[in-house]
């Protein structure tokens, strides 16, 4: 047993047992190294990384190679997902020296932290042009022993080329109408109209883009906008990248046409598009739309959600195939006569036709990953559903992926917003109140009594790391959207008390520009800072988004000033690359619609009446519109100050830009505000 005994993090605790002589993240690992005067090997990697997987069992759990690993190096091991600021800053190095980057990542540093040589996955032995970990290892410690010199050169240069790398924010301004039409027609060239999504294999789900778009054509009616919307999601929720048993998406596809996945389940993932389908129904009635998002819920609910209410972060793409061989999506595939030996032999064919499975396969080994190929054809629902639910039961006998259960308090926000929302639309109040039992372990686990965030927990026990920029934005994103839907305004306050740590401690005050880590946070070799989205919206856009909503509810002149001053860059980044900004652009579409504020007033929160209009307002489409809802006399939101009923009936008030309409007491009326442009 390692250093890594006792952590929080499930991936570290996966290397506890390797005979390397793994520390965390940590002073104490730099100190040893300088004592003893070796580099240091920093491996990072995360639960759900197939790649991470195979690397520990052919060289991590390999006596040879952890020998010469502590007799030469200090070895640490980090959780990306738990220390997002330490993979940032040295995957930022790697792919500036080598032009591309992943998981496992792989860097020698010298006793300082700098890093020397780079690289992600190494095999046992050379291959495909690769040399082998252990000849690497040799290369790393002869070049230490041998020519420290030029080693302290590169890594010196590396620190300083790092250090120039500043992100120029003076005076840019929001994007306007000339920016995001410019960013549409950017991402119209980049569009796959033939499959759906953008660019070509591999071929990540566009969560944040689909955002953009949808609000996009909420304000301007550009039909093109929502085309692209609406058949990426169809073909997205076809195809095997969707769980056509089980619900949820899996992390991407390897391939263009959304068929074979990468088969991890993230959180992120699931509650990021579980809120795209809630906005698409919202928008088009969708009956697939209505379902997906339905069905994600519910996989949330079920295989992610833990016991203290939170939600874990992934389940592994690997399982057991049934002979004791961990095996990528065995958990998923079928041939078949599997299909046949649970279902029988006509509901069996059925079956294959219904989901693409043939003889062939469209995975490895025959296998095939269900699918809904048929683009025509008639087929009975009820034996659908029957052939679908015993299917799911006959898989859930198999050996289940591994779950990583720790609770990230960004992705835990993400989920908040999409389940609060999801369960409103839908009246599925279960889906509310798990939304209100994760918000309730954030609160009373991850946020100290100075309204600091940590940044994971586990089993209730609260991770030692500090929170970062998209925790304090995407946690606040989530209590608004909580407060919207539940009208307890105590989740605005505690949205406030988030963001006024956005200004105080991850703003430059002099740009507007925001940091991923905190102005007192651990010191790494250069300060992260990234706008650009990656699987999660960038905690920057997050951040503007959150400060733009709570300004809208409370008027705070200095949160929407924050808001405007940080999507300065999105004016800057959108028009040459809006796939990679898509938070931001959704967040430039509710600016310039104002956003609109909706306050809701009724005799009693329970009055049907009041639930009537309520629910109008949570469905209206105009982008990032900020509901308020109580009776007259509340003080739970600043929107209903001296809003009043319109004799003695419920009454809803919609603003903008310091301008509102007159009350309406009709839900006919109030959507017809709310749909105007």
Same mark, same amino acid.
């Given at each position: 047993?390692?250093?890594?005994?006792?952590?929080?993090?499930?991936? @570290?605790?996966?290397?506890?047992?390797?005979?390397?002589?793994?520390?965390?993240?940590?002073?104490?690992?730099?100190?040893?190294?300088?004592?003893?005067?070796?580099?240091?090997?920093?491996?990072?990697?995360?639960?759900?990384?197939?790649?991470?997987?195979?690397?520990?069992?052919?060289? /991590?759990?390999?006596?040879?190679?952890?020998?010469?690993?502590?007799?030469?190096?200090?070895?640490?091991?980090?959780?990306?997902?738990?220390?997002?600021?330490?993979?940032?800053?040295?995957?930022?190095?790697? !792919?500036?020296?080598?032009? !591309?980057? %992943?998981?496992?990542?792989?860097?020698?540093?010298?006793?300082?932290?700098?890093?020397?040589?780079?690289?992600?996955? +190494?095999?046992?032995?050379?291959?495909?042009?690769?040399?082998? *970990?252990?000849?690497?290892?040799?290369?790393?410690?002869?070049?230490? =022993?041998?020519?420290?010199?030029?080693?302290?050169?590169?890594?010196?240069?590396?620190?300083?080329?790092?250090?120039?790398?500043?992100?120029?924010?003076?005076?840019?301004?929001?994007?306007?109408?000339?920016?995001?039409?410019?960013?549409?027609?950017?991402?119209?060239?980049?569009?796959?109209?033939?499959?759906?999504?953008?660019?070509?294999?591999?071929?990540?789900?566009?969560?944040?883009?689909?955002?953009?778009?949808?609000?996009?054509?909420?304000?301007?009616?550009?039909?093109?906008?929502?085309?692209?919307?609406?058949?990426?999601?169809?073909?997205?929720?076809?195809?095997?990248?969707?769980?056509?048993?089980?619900?949820?998406?899996?992390?991407?596809?390897?391939?263009?046409?959304?068929?074979?996945?990468?088969?991890?389940?993230?959180?992120?993932?699931?509650?990021?598009?579980?809120?795209?389908?809630?906005?698409?129904?919202?928008?088009?009635?969708? #009956?697939?739309?209505?379902?997906?998002?339905?069905?994600?819920?519910? +996989?949330?609910?079920?295989?992610?959600?833990?016991?203290?209410?939170? *939600?874990?972060?992934? @389940?592994?793409?690997? =399982?057991?195939?049934?002979?004791?061989?961990?095996?990528?999506?065995?958990?998923?595939?079928?041939?078949?006569?599997?299909?046949?030996?649970?279902?029988?032999?006509? #509901?069996?064919?059925?079956?294959?036709?219904? /989901?693409?499975?043939?003889?062939?396969?469209?995975?490895?080994?025959? !296998?095939?990953?269900? !699918?809904?190929?048929?683009? &025509?054809?008639? *087929?009975?629902?009820?034996?659908?559903?029957?052939?679908?639910?015993?299917?799911?039961?006959?898989?859930?006998?198999?050996?289940?992926?591994?779950?990583?259960?720790?609770?990230?308090?960004?992705?835990?926000?993400?989920?908040?917003?999409?389940?609060?929302?999801?369960?409103?639309?839908?009246?599925?109040?279960?889906?509310?109140?798990?939304?209100?039992?994760?918000?309730?372990?954030?609160?009373?686990?991850?946020?100290?009594?100075?309204?600091?965030?940590?940044?994971?927990?586990? #089993?209730?026990?609260?991770?030692?790391?500090? %929170? $970062?920029?998209?925790?304090?934005? &995407?946690?606040?994103?989530? /209590?608004?959207?909580?407060?919207?839907?539940?009208?307890?305004?105590?989740?605005?306050?505690?949205?406030?008390?988030?963001?006024?740590?956005?200004?105080?401690? *991850?703003?430059?005050?002099?740009?507007?520009?925001? /940091? #991923?880590?905190? =102005?007192?946070?651990?010191?790494?070799?250069?300060?992260?800072?990234?706008?650009?989205?990656?699987?999660?919206?960038?905690?920057?856009?997050?951040?503007?988004?959150?400060?733009?909503?709570?300004?809208?509810?409370?008027?705070?002149?200095?949160?929407?000033?924050?808001?405007?001053?940080?999507?300065?860059?999105?004016?800057?980044?959108?028009?040459?690359?809006?796939?990679?900004? %898509?938070?931001?652009?959704?967040?430039?579409?509710?600016?310039?619609?104002?956003?609109?504020?909706?306050?809701?007033?009724?005799?009693?929160?329970?009055?049907?009446?009041?639930?009537? @209009?309520?629910?109008?307002?949570?469905?209206?489409?105009?982008?990032?519109?900020? $509901?308020?809802?109580?009776?007259?006399?509340?003080?739970?939101?600043?929107?209903?100050?001296?809003?009043?009923?319109?004799?003695?009936?419920?009454?809803?008030?919609?603003?903008?830009?310091?301008?509102?309409?007159?009350?309406?007491?009709?839900?006919?009326?109030?959507?017809?505000?709310?749909?105007?442009?």
């Amino acid at each position: 047993m390692n250093r890594l005994a006792g952590v929080t993090s499930p991936y @570290l605790l996966q290397h506890a047992d390797n005979p390397v002589d793994w520390w965390p993240w940590g002073p104490e690992a730099f100190e040893e190294a300088k004592r003893r005067d070796v580099p240091v090997l920093l491996s990072v990697g995360y639960s759900a990384c197939h790649w991470c997987h195979v690397m520990a069992h052919e060289s /991590f759990e390999d006596q040879a190679t952890a020998d010469y690993l502590n007799e030469h190096f200090v070895s640490v091991k980090v959780d990306r997902e738990e220390r997002p600021d330490v993979d940032a800053v040295y995957m930022e190095a790697v !792919q500036a020296a080598t032009g !591309q980057g %992943g998981w496992p990542m792989t860097v020698f540093l010298t006793p300082d932290a700098e890093p020397f040589y780079f690289g992600t996955y +190494f095999p046992p032995a050379p291959r495909h042009g690769m040399p082998s *970990f252990r000849q690497v290892l040799e290369g790393v410690e002869q070049a230490w =022993s041998t020519r420290r010199d030029e080693v302290g050169e590169v890594a010196g240069k590396i620190v300083r080329d790092l250090a120039q790398r500043e992100i120029g924010h003076q005076g840019a301004r929001p994007p306007g109408e000339q920016e995001l039409a410019q960013a549409l027609l950017g991402l119209t060239r980049e569009y796959d109209p033939q499959r759906g999504g953008f660019g070509g294999a591999p071929k990540f789900p566009p969560s944040m883009v689909l955002e953009f778009l949808l609000r996009h054509h909420a304000r301007t009616g550009a039909e093109g906008a929502l085309q692209m919307a609406r058949d990426t999601c169809e073909r997205m929720a076809r195809g095997g990248l969707y769980d056509q048993l089980g619900g949820g998406f899996a992390r991407y596809s390897v391939d263009r046409d959304w068929v074979v996945p990468h088969f991890e389940k993230m959180l992120y993932d699931n509650a990021l598009l579980c809120r795209v389908y809630a906005h698409l129904w919202r928008a088009t009635g969708s #009956d697939l739309a209505r379902r997906v998002a339905l069905e994600t819920a519910d +996989f949330l609910m079920r295989e992610l959600r833990t016991p203290e209410g939170g *939600f874990a972060s992934a @389940l592994d793409a690997d =399982s057991d195939d049934g002979t004791g061989r961990s095996v990528e999506g065995a958990y998923y595939v079928w041939r078949p006569e599997q299909l046949t030996a649970v279902l029988g032999e006509d #509901d069996g064919r059925l079956a294959a036709r219904y /989901f693409g499975v043939t003889d062939e396969g469209t995975f490895e080994h025959g !296998q095939s990953v269900l !699918q809904l190929p048929q683009s &025509d054809g008639v *087929f009975d629902a009820q034996r659908i559903e029957s052939v679908r639910s015993r299917l799911l039961a006959a898989r859930a006998g198999r050996p289940a992926p591994g779950r990583d259960d720790k609770v990230v308090a960004a992705w835990n926000g993400l989920a908040i917003a999409a389940l609060a929302e999801t369960g409103a639309y839908f009246d599925r109040p279960d889906l509310v109140e798990a939304a209100l039992g994760a918000a309730d372990l954030l609160v009373r686990v991850h946020l100290d009594e100075h309204a600091r965030l940590a940044r994971t927990s586990r #089993d209730g026990r609260v991770g030692p790391n500090a %929170g $970062v920029l998209e925790d304090y934005a &995407d946690v606040a994103e989530g /209590f608004l959207a909580l407060a919207s839907v539940t009208g307890e305004g105590v989740w605005l306050d505690f949205a406030g008390l988030l963001l006024d740590q956005v200004l105080t401690r *991850f703003a430059d005050p002099e740009t507007g520009a925001l /940091f #991923d880590t905190a =102005s007192d946070a651990e010191q790494l070799i250069r300060r992260p800072q990234d706008p650009t989205d990656n699987a999660t919206p960038s905690g920057w856009s997050a951040a503007a988004a959150a400060l733009l909503g709570y300004a809208a509810h409370t008027g705070s002149a200095s949160h929407r000033t924050a808001a405007e001053r940080a999507l300065g860059i999105v004016g800057a980044l959108g028009p040459r690359v809006p796939r990679f900004v %898509g938070w931001g652009l959704a967040a430039a579409e509710a600016l310039l619609d104002g956003p609109r504020e909706v306050a809701v007033v009724g005799p009693a929160k329970d009055d049907e009446r009041t639930a009537a @209009l309520h629910r109008t307002a949570l469905l209206g489409n105009a982008p990032g519109a900020v $509901v308020a809802y109580g009776t007259p006399d509340g003080e739970e939101f600043p929107l209903l100050a001296d809003r009043a009923l319109v004799d003695g009936a419920p009454t809803a008030y919609v603003c903008r830009n310091f301008v509102c309409d007159l009350p309406v007491t009709d839900p006919a009326a109030l959507k017809a505000r709310l749909d105007a442009r």
